[in-house]
């Protein structure tokens, strides 16, 4: 059985579409960077934080495989998580304007036989975004829950200028690193 360890809805939809039908567990880690450690670093330990949490629920479970995944959009050396407020996604989203960012996202498969990782890094490249867009953006509410203030499968596709990597990757779930994990066991 393929668990997630992750509330995300995005998650579940890409493993759905790789054909799983994964369980989701609830896991709660604590996501804050550590000093000098680095944006990926940062990303895959979380993940990995997320894996080892839910693979601790289902441990005693024969077959028992867990996926633990975070995305992180990162600007220069710093991690833009999720806007805690309607202020702080202005504040990213208006950082992002014009500018070239990375998406890093990582994923750990738990299983019996031990911790396998992945790590997808995309560059993306936002268009010059006046206020009013941002505003606009912003009061759609699609901006929360995001890393970065933004989905880019959403609203926030008319933003970007350029992709470099997974698309996947960029909404959560870098599907061809997962398929490799998933299928490897």
């Known amino acids: ?14 493993l ?10 609830d896991v709660d880690v604590e996501e804050r960077r550590a000093a000098g450690e680095s944006p990926d ?13 839910g693979y601790a629920m289902v441990a005693g479970e024969a077959g028992a495989r867990v996926i633990g995944a975070d995305t992180e959009v990162v600007l220069c050396d710093e991690v833009f998580g999720k806007p805690r407020d309607a202020a ?8 992002l304007s014009g500018r070239e960012h990375r998406v890093v996202s990582a994923v750990w498969l738990i299983d019996g036989k031990g911790e396998q990782p ?24 699609e901006c929360f829950g995001k890393a970065g203030a933004y989905a880019i499968q959403g ?14 990757g960029v909404m959560g ?4 690193e997962t398929s490799r994990l998933i299928r490897s066991q």
């Open 1 to 14: 059985m393929l668990y997630l360890a992750s509330q995300s809805p995005r998650r579940r939809e890409l």
């Open 16 to 25: 759905v579409q790789l054909g799983e039908a994964p369980r989701v567990l």
């Open 41 to 53: 670093a940062y990303v895959a330990r979380v993940a990995l934080d997320k894996a080892r949490a």
């Open 88 to 95: 702080d996604a202005r504040a990213m989203l208006g950082r």
């Open 118 to 141: 992945a790590l997808s890094v995309s560059i993306v490249r936002f268009a010059s975004l006046d206020a009013a867009q941002i505003d606009d953006y912003v009061a759609s509410g």
């Open 155 to 168: 609203r926030a596709a008319a933003f970007i200028e350029h992709l470099s990597g997974s698309y996947s």
């Open 173 to 176: 779930l870098p599907l061809h």
